[in-house]
């Protein structure tokens, strides 16, 4: 199996790795179109911001190679945000291969407190809708860090309720994306990176 994660300016990738060879599988971090190319799964994971990463990405050619990919891609935290059409954080066009929009959370008057942004810690997904997910999972709990979030729509694939109800997942054809860490999602995670590597 030949598992390729996505080098670019974006923070978390060794996480990933580290992950990844928890449950037996040696993946190799490049930005080398060929070897992009030619993985059998590639991960695109992130944490930034968007404006940035999206002008490093063009600079480097991967906003036109990531969503022209054919095998399975997993998107993770900022990569879920710029696999939609468009972020709010510094108005920033992204790679459109969700038609998602992503907002940053507001809380309502008098609840800044309580509802704090970023949105960071242990909430439970539901309503799952893909292959990356076992049944078992309904309600489970996994780890977020995120002051944005991709709006419900048509290619939801988890929910979440963090002031507003978000997509915790995404997927679209061979495109699948997560708003959480499963890198950091205990036991929950790595069964979600399995499911994502057998697909």
Request: charged share 20%; proline share 5%.
């Amino acid at each position: 199996m030949n598992v390729v994660i996505i080098k670019y300016n974006a923070g978390n990738i060794e996480s990933v790795k580290n992950a990844l060879r928890r449950i037996g599988v040696d993946a190799v971090i490049t930005a080398d179109h060929d070897a992009i190319r030619k993985a059998d799964k590639v991960i695109f994971p992130g944490v930034g911001e968007a404006s940035t990463t999206m002008a490093y990405l063009r600079k480097e050619g991967l906003d036109q190679l990531i969503p022209s990919l054919t095998q399975p891609v997993l998107g993770i935290c900022l990569g879920l945000q710029l696999m939609c059409s468009h972020s709010e954080e510094n108005d920033t066009p992204c790679l459109g291969i969700f038609d998602e929009r992503v907002k940053r959370f507001m809380p309502e008057k008098g609840k800044e407190f309580t509802d704090k942004v970023p949105h960071m810690g242990w909430n439970a997904i539901f309503h799952l809708k893909s292959g990356i997910f076992s049944p078992a999972m309904e309600q489970q709990y996994v780890y977020f860090v995120h002051s944005y979030y991709a709006s419900v729509g048509e290619h939801t694939a988890a929910t979440c309720n963090y002031i507003v109800p978000f997509s915790a997942a995404l997927h679209k054809d061979n495109f699948y994306a997560t708003q959480f860490h499963p890198e950091k999602s205990g036991d929950v995670g790595s069964l979600i990176l399995k499911n994502f590597i057998h697909i």
